[in-house]
């Protein structure tokens, strides 16, 4: 059997954490996946309370799921402990993925300055030649922004917008979460069987996806 994977999931104080729920209900539901390294900030947390309602306190799996985990591989670690676990190279992780990712984090990471476990997480991932996946949402881009995503782009991270595809006719915008979420795992090495693959012959996409509550 192919090992599982560790994987890093950082939800930061960007728009659009609704995201974060469904890659992170993803990454649960994945058998290549064994464990999540989680980590909220607190600026991800306000977010998340702003965006839904829920009540910034309390685990950080429930807060982004609005639900407990379905399976127990969710390690929910505190952004501000720099002695967490995944602040070292030693610690078993594959790679890291950023969702979403504020610019002011960015802007960290490229400056090498990991105040917090996620960004030295990032510092690690990036040290350590692993794959780091910024899911940044912003816009329209300053030239600051411009610059810290080319100089992590040119360290080996990889800059990973939250844009929508609209080639798949999304018609709602669950579809987009769903699509982009599909796409984001298939390019970190966990292809998935449930998202639209431009063949070029089509004359209208299907639309044949549940749309989820
Ligand atoms: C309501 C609200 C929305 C925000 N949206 C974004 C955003 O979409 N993109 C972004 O880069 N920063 C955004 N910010 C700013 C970040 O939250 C802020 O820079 C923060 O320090 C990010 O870093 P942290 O998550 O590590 O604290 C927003 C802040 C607030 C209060």
């Known amino acids: 059997m192919t090992e599982r994977r560790n994987i890093t999931l950082a939800v930061t104080g960007a728009g659009g954490t609704r ?39 309390g685990p950080a799996p429930e807060l982004v799921l609005g639900a407990r985990p379905a399976a127990d591989k969710v390690v929910d670690w505190d952004p501000e402990d720099l002695a967490g676990g995944p ?21 960290r990471i ?25 899911c940044v949402r912003e816009t329209p881009f300053n030239l600051i922004h411009l610059r810290n995503l080319t100089q992590v782009a ?17 018609q709602t915008v669950d579809q987009f979460y769903e699509e982009f979420t599909a796409r984001l795992l298939a390019f970190v090495g966990l292809p998935q ?10 004359s209208r996409a299907h639309h044949d996806r549940t749309v989820r509550a």
């Open 19 to 57: 995201m974060a729920r469904f890659v992170l209900e993803a990454l649960v539901k994945e058998d290549r996946v064994g464990q999540i390294d989680l980590m909220v900030s607190p600026a991800g947390r306000r977010l998340i309370a702003h965006e839904t309602g829920r009540d910034a306190s």
């Open 87 to 107: 602040t070292s190279g030693s610690y078993p992780s594959w790679g890291m993925l950023v969702v979403p990712c504020a610019l002011g984090v960015v802007g």
């Open 110 to 134: 490229a400056h090498g300055t990991a105040n917090t476990l996620i960004e030295r997480a990032a510092d690690v991932s990036l040290k350590e030649r692993r794959p780091l996946v910024l």
């Open 154 to 170: 040119e360290a080996g991270g990889t800059v990973y917008p939250m844009i929508p595809t609209y080639y798949n006719l999304p």
């Open 193 to 202: 069987t449930d998202y639209y693959a431009y063949s070029g012959t089509e």
